[in-house]
């Protein structure tokens, strides 16, 4: 990986992309996935941020009259359902599964949000739950992503670009990047950041992990949105530039 010095090279999809309205503003009417990047793709996966099961609240429980005095609540169905992971030696939570069991409608604008809607108090997702995180892809979804775009990529070169906000971007580091797709999950690995933007030179997809939303969000051709969404490891669904992806859309 290379920096790159022309930082023009962002502007096709900065300036491209729908202008980002304040939640507050009367004419809002919830963040987009056309505010991300321009709408000139065939398609748009929506590839979702994993979840694992967290075991320590089923290893070592408290005992009733515990629970009791800290009015923890039961968490159920959800502490049977990682109950039964735990004896099945699982960790990972499929979203589609979480869905079912907590009657969440699995559509284009789900977010993690509804599922704690659902639940009976929201100190049960970080007791059974772990994930999903924030602009961050984990080092199997990363390498997973960079081995299926490369299958429509080849070894062209690709850009890749950190977010501008600090938090997620390292002081001193280069913000855009050049290389090809194979070092992108050693370079994942060596940063510990999840890279926001990635697309190649023809621009013939884009790859977005914003830091503030739980999913990542691929534009492309049609064959390469289906071959994510059939993608055994990554769990996608597909989307339009008209799908929410603010936390605040309503469960439909």
Request: charged share 25%; hydrophobic share 40%.
């Amino acid at each position: 990986m290379l920096s790159e010095q022309d930082q023009t090279a962002f502007d096709w999809i900065r300036q491209g992309r729908e202008e980002l309205l304040r939640s507050r503003t009367l004419d809002w009417k919830g963040n987009l996935v056309s505010h991300l990047f321009p709408p000139v793709f065939e398609s748009y996966a929506k590839l979702l941020h994993g979840i694992e099961a967290h075991y320590e609240f089923i290893d070592k429980p408290l005992s009733a009259s515990e629970n009791e005095i800290l009015r923890i609540p039961a968490c159920e169905p959800l502490k049977s359902f990682v109950e039964r992971r735990r004896s099945d030696s699982q960790t990972r939570v499929r979203w589609k599964e979480l869905a079912e069991l907590l009657d969440v409608p699995f559509v284009p604008a789900i977010s993690h949000e509804w599922y704690r809607k659902k639940l009976s108090d929201p100190w049960c997702w970080p007791r059974l739950l772990r994930g999903p995180a924030e602009g961050y892809l984990s080092q199997e979804e990363c390498e997973t992503l960079a081995s299926a775009l490369k299958a429509f990529t080849g070894n062209q070169d690709c850009f890749f670009r950190f977010s501008d906000i600090p938090f997620y971007a390292r002081s001193g580091q280069p913000q855009l990047l050049r290389g090809t797709l194979d070092g992108v999950p050693e370079l994942q690995k060596e940063k510990r950041l999840s890279l926001e933007f990635w697309w190649p030179s023809d621009r013939s997809w884009v790859v977005c992990s914003d830091y503030d939303l739980c999913f990542t969000i691929i534009g492309g051709r049609s064959q390469l949105v289906s071959a994510l969404l059939r993608d055994r490891v990554l769990e996608c669904v597909e989307v339009n530039l008209q799908t929410r992806i603010d936390v605040l859309a309503p469960i439909p």
